[in-house]
């Protein structure tokens, strides 16, 4: 089922059966809030890529849109899997 943003707020204002007017002026934050919380964990196929870098002695250079490294293989032979934190 899809919402609306408004048929969002009328679905949570029915569901916990509170129409005070400090919580419903506080819904926007609090979808915000749950949206940006839910796509930081969920990790969606249209938000992988893979790069190409540059490895020097300390350092390792990629593009600037990297948000988080899932895996560095760094040849054939070693293959180092990152943690998400």
Not at 6 to 30: G, R
Not at 66 to 79: H, I, S
Request: hydrophobic share 40%.
């Amino acid at each position: 089922m899809s919402f609306t943003f408004a048929t969002l707020k009328t679905a949570i204002q029915d569901y916990l059966e509170v129409s005070e007017s400090t919580f419903t002026s506080q819904l926007p934050t609090f979808i915000q809030q749950s949206e940006d919380r839910i796509f930081s964990f969920v990790q969606l196929p249209e938000q992988r890529k893979n790069v190409q870098g540059t490895l020097t002695t300390s350092f390792f250079s990629y593009t600037n849109r990297f948000l988080c490294a899932d895996e560095l293989g760094l040849n054939k032979l070693v293959n180092i899997r990152l943690s998400r934190f």
